[in-house]
């Protein structure tokens, strides 16, 4: 069965300080790895998408990496800012082609403290 | 720039009601989902549709119907609300399989 599964579930970091999310996955086979952040109350909002011969990808502060060999993702938050709380979502898509075929982890849910 | 708009943004069903949530995107899309979220799972599919007049059941389609009469517009419908429907709602849609998809802001239902 396909999986991902994220760390830590929740992270709490002072303003201005670096972290890293961390998301494995058991998907066969992959088509693409992404990464959203979702505000409370709000919906998903992309980040970036990786393909298998991308390592990795930034959307400003915002750093993933991507190792297809060990299966292994992670998203870097450079100098956090207080608008960085939210939960952020490893997905991985395993069907190029489909419409179905996103698994999606449970989230890391980040809190940044002034 | 109105992207993915849900309606309703929240709603309180009696068990057995039933009822209508509205997707509509301006995005001229294909494709449009309709997941659940509930707390400390992930979000899970209920059905999607790869083009006006087509749909297809997820992973957890029991209890659920869909409609996509309309490119814009992608319907989910419950006939008899249940407890264990009570759960946040997004719509999304895509333009292929390869980009980020576009999420709405929800719907937060409660089932009594």
């Known amino acids: 069965k396909n999986q991902v599964e994220q760390s830590p579930q929740s992270l709490i970091i002072l303003e201005g300080k670096n972290c890293t999310l961390q998301?494995?996955?058991?998907?066969?086979?992959?088509?693409?790895l992404r990464w959203y952040k979702q505000d409370t109350g709000r919906g998903p909002v992309s980040l970036t998408i990786?393909?298998?011969?991308?390592n990795t990808k930034s959307n400003g502060r915002y750093t993933a990496t991507l190792g297809a060999d060990t299966k292994q993702s992670s998203l870097h938050i450079t100098a956090s800012q207080l608008s960085d709380s939210a939960s952020y979502i490893c997905?991985?898509?395993?069907?190029?082609?489909?419409?179905?075929?996103?698994?999606f982890g449970k989230g890391t849910h980040l809190i940044i403290q002034p | 720039n109105a992207g993915v708009t849900q309606t309703p943004k929240f709603r309180v069903l009696k068990t057995g009601q039933s009822m209508t949530l509205l997707c509509a995107q301006d995005m001229n899309h294909e494709y449009m989902y309709w997941y659940r979220q509930d707390p400390g799972m992930g979000l899970r599919l209920i059905h999607y549709?790869?083009?006006?007049?087509?749909?297809a059941k997820g992973e957890v389609p029991d209890g659920y119907n869909v409609s996509r009469l309309k490119k814009q517009n992608f319907l989910l419908g419950l006939e008899s609300a249940a407890p264990s429907q009570t759960s946040v709602y997004f719509c999304?849609?895509?333009?292929?399989?390869?980009?980020?998809?576009?999420f709405g802001s929800g719907t937060r239902l409660t089932v009594v």
């Open positions: 997905v991985v898509s395993s069907l190029p082609g489909g419409a179905d075929g996103l698994t």
């Open positions: 998301c494995n996955y058991t998907v066969s086979p992959f088509s693409n």
């Open positions: 999304a849609s895509t333009r292929g399989q390869n980009y980020g998809y576009t």
């Open positions: 549709s790869v083009g006006e007049g087509t749909t």
């Open positions: 990786m393909t298998f011969s991308e």
